[in-house]
């Protein structure tokens, strides 16, 4: 028999019209994430976002959250990362705690507390703080800044958020701490590298299979904390 021309395997991938005030970069966006294997399985298995997947990795390589640890939650919104934590270090039976902080309001998690604050806010440090209520053993900040379009300014403004996270991660973590930022290829993270490295036992970069391929996403995962100078 022969085939007909045109006949096979459909192509599934779904397709988004541009319709009404939809942007091009609006119609990308949502056509990414309706055609994103990570997005439909957080949702079929209960995460809040699909970046749960990506401190499911890596946690599952480096063991970042421990039974009763107490974590801090940088770029909270909507909860995705809270939700592993929470997961992995037992806060349903009473154990560590989680404290986070975000632009956007986060829906409750029970055990779980977070303010509506931009971390750049001069009150945010000491309001995390204050709600941790002593020493951290993990700072993980998933924070970017909303994408101007312009790659260098882009690049700037996220890594002026993981600095920012470096410096509070110094300030709240107890000796033997990790600290997990959001960063983008570049370069001019390289000064971060070398002031972590002065801080931490461990320096590296991981991508996560979670990260799109075609992004230039990737972490900054110092272990091994060494002590603040004044202790």
Do not use: C
Request: glycine share 10%; charged share 30%.
């Amino acid at each position: 028999m022969t085939e007909k021309k045109g006949s096979g395997p459909r192509n599934l991938k779904v397709r988004v019209k541009t319709a009404g005030k939809r942007t091009l970069s609006s119609k990308l966006w949502l056509e990414r994430q309706l055609n994103d294997p990570y997005v439909a399985k957080a949702k079929a298995e209960g995460w809040r976002s699909r970046a749960a997947f990506k401190l499911i990795e890596m946690d599952k390589r480096f063991h970042l959250l421990k039974s009763g640890a107490r974590v801090v939650d940088l770029g909270a919104a909507p909860g995705g990362w809270a939700q592993v934590a929470a997961r992995k270090i037992g806060l349903d039976k009473g154990k560590g705690r989680i404290v986070g902080i975000d632009l956007l309001e986060v829906e409750p998690m029970a055990g779980a507390t977070f303010i509506v604050l931009d971390f750049m806010d001069e009150t945010a440090p000491d309001r995390l703080k204050a709600l941790l209520g002593g020493e951290a053993d993990l700072v993980m900040s998933d924070m970017a800044a909303n994408a101007t379009g312009h790659r260098k300014t882009d690049h700037l403004k996220i890594m002026g958020l993981a600095e920012a996270a470096a410096e509070f991660a110094r300030e709240v973590l107890a000796p033997g701490g990790a600290f997990l930022a959001k960063v983008l290829q570049g370069g001019t993270e390289n000064a971060l590298l070398a002031d972590l490295k002065r801080d931490f036992a461990v320096v590296r970069h991981v991508k996560p299979a979670a990260s799109r391929a075609d992004s230039s996403e990737l972490y900054v995962l110092a272990t091994g904390f060494r002590g603040r100078q004044d202790d």
